[in-house]
C-alpha cells in the first residue's frame, strides 16, 4: 500500500503568518505524510519546490511565503518570479506544486493586520491540502 506524501516550503520571513499555512494544511491533511522545509526567504522556494519534485518522493509540492511590501517596489516582482518558478517547477517536473505566496496589496505592522493574515494563512493553507489532494486524485484517474 502506497502513502500519499507531500513537501511543504514555508519561508521564514514572516513565519508568525507563513507558519498559520502549515497549520491549515495540517488540519485538512494531517501530519503523516507531511515533510517541512524551511527557506530563508520567497525566492529560494522555486529551486527547492524543483527538487524536491524531481525526488521523485512526493505526490505534491507545496510552497508557502507572504511578500509585503517593504517600501522599495519590489514585492510584486519577487511574487509574481516565484509564482512563475512554482509553474516552472510544476511543468518541467510533471509533479503537482501549489503555492500559498502571498503578497497583500495594503499591509501594516499593526497586530490587527497580522492577526488577519495569519487566519487567512490557515484558510489558504486547507486550500493547498484540499488542491493537493484534488488534483493527485484527477491525475490518478487520467492515468487510469
Given at each position: 500500500m502506497?502513502?500519499?506524501r507531500y513537501a511543504f516550503i514555508k519561508a521564514n520571513w514572516h513565519a508568525d503568518i507563513v507558519d498559520r499555512a502549515l497549520d491549515g494544511?495540517?488540519?485538512e491533511i494531517g501530519d503523516a505524510g507531511v515533510d517541512?522545509?524551511?527557506v530563508p526567504g520567497a525566492f529560494e522556494i522555486?529551486?527547492?519546490a524543483r527538487d524536491l519534485a524531481r525526488s521523485g518522493r512526493y505526490?505534491?509540492?507545496i510552497g508557502a511565503a507572504f511578500v509585503v511590501d517593504g517600501g522599495i517596489y519590489r514585492h510584486d516582482f519577487v511574487a509574481a518570479t516565484v509564482v512563475d518558478g512554482?509553474?516552472?517547477a510544476q511543468m518541467d517536473t510533471e509533479v503537482p506544486v501549489l503555492s500559498v505566496v502571498?503578497?497583500?496589496h495594503n499591509y501594516q505592522e499593526t497586530e490587527a493586520h497580522r492577526a488577519f493574515?495569519?487566519?487567512h494563512f490557515v484558510l489558504k493553507g486547507r486550500e493547498a491540502a484540499m488542491a493537493a489532494h484534488a488534483i493527485g486524485g484527477t491525475r490518478h484517474r487520467v492515468a487510469a
Open positions: 502506497t502513502h500519499t494544511f495540517r488540519a517541512v522545509f524551511d522555486p529551486l527547492l505526490d505534491a509540492v512554482l509553474m516552472r502571498l503578497t497583500p493574515f495569519r487566519e
